[in-house]
Each structure stands twice: as structure tokens, then as C-alpha cells.
């Protein structure tokens, strides 16, 4: 039985792309996990090869006993939306990974722009973490456990996450 994406994408969802695109590819990502750091170049050559006709999701799914940063960067990235700013802090935070701490967390908003006093002020309140805890859940009813965990078109990709087979399995899928 295939695993589905369960909920669907909704508009609440973080997405890139065109509403409506033909292509769907969603991933459950970690910000601490070097494989979901691995899969950013990777996620952006897919992007460049189906340019228009793909839209991208991504949720949290924070394994806090491997990554202990994780949920916090959730969090944060949360935070970061709520000044509409998700994807440019999704992308600093990746780019930061690898020296990842609770004051780079805050460092990447304040090199962005963001107001670093209203994140900390919401992460200190927990103000996002029923938004994160909705993406957990969705991971746990639609059978992801680890991370990077792809769907494409609503359904659990278990092959290689590289470019070619990406692109390949979103077009065999269309």
C-alpha cells in the first residue's frame, strides 16, 4: 500500500513554486540533519530542471534525539514566517548548519532583518510550536520517520533523492 501525504499540502503549508504546478514534491526535513543539508543543492537542480511546473513543500520533522537544535530551528523558522520571511531563513539556516547553535538561530535572523527580539520573545513563549507539532504529526500518519523523507504527488518516494531520480519519478508520476 502506497504511504500517503497525509494531510495534503494545505494552504498553511511552506510551498515555492507555482500554485496549481502539475509537479508536487514535499519534503520532511530536519534543519540539523546533514543528509536534509545534502538534499538543498540537490532540491535546487530538481527546481531548475522543472522550472514552472513544480511546487515544493516542506515540513518539520525534528528528531530532537539525533539533532537536539532541531526543534528549536523549527521553531525559529516558524518565527521567521510569521514576518514572512520563511524561505529566505530556511535557506540561511541550511547554509549555517554546520555551525549550528542557539545563538546562530537568532545571528541568521538578525543578518536577514528580522525583528530578533519578537523571535526570541516568541520562541521563549513557544508561540510556534503547535505549528510544529502539525507538521509531526503529519509525518507520523504519513509514515515518515526519518529525514529528508520525500513525496512526490502525494505519495512516499523510496528511491535515491538525487536530481535525475527525482525529476524522473515526478515525471513518471504526472
Known amino acids: 500500500m502506497d504511504e500517503l501525504l497525509t494531510p495534503p499540502l494545505e494552504d498553511l503549508d511552506h510551498v515555492r513554486g507555482e500554485p496549481g504546478a502539475t509537479l508536487e514534491l514535499v519534503m520532511f526535513g530536519d534543519f540539523q540533519c546533514p543528509f536534509c543539508l ?4 540537490i532540491l535546487r537542480r530538481v527546481h531548475e530542471r522543472l522550472d514552472g511546473q513544480l511546487l515544493f513543500g516542506f515540513r518539520h520533522l525534528p528528531i530532537p534525539e539525533r539533532h537536539p537544535l532541531a ?4 521553531e525559529a523558522s516558524e518565527a521567521a514566517a510569521a514576518q514572512s520571511r520563511f524561505w ?6 541550511y547554509a549555517n548548519q ?6 546562530t538561530i ?3 535572523a538578525g ?4 525583528e530578533v527580539d519578537r523571535m526570541q520573545a516568541e520562541l521563549d513563549s ?8 502539525r ?3 503529519s509525518a507520523q500518519a504519513s509514515g515518515a520517520t526519518g529525514t529528508p523523507t520525500f513525496f512526490i504527488n502525494g505519495k512516499r518516494f523510496f528511491g535515491a533523492y538525487d536530481a535525475g531520480s527525482l525529476v524522473e519519478a515526478l515525471e513518471a508520476d504526472a
Open 98 to 103: 554546520p555551525k549550528l547553535s542557539p545563538e
Open 111 to 114: 543578518d536577514l532583518g528580522l
Open 106 to 108: 537568532l545571528a541568521v
Open 88 to 93: 529566505e531563513y530556511h535557506d540561511a539556516l
Open 135 to 137: 507538521d509531526l504529526a
Open 126 to 133: 513557544g508561540a510556534h510550536r503547535d505549528r510544529v507539532a
Open 38 to 41: 545534502g538534499a538543498q543543492s
Open 71 to 74: 526543534p528549536l530551528a523549527a
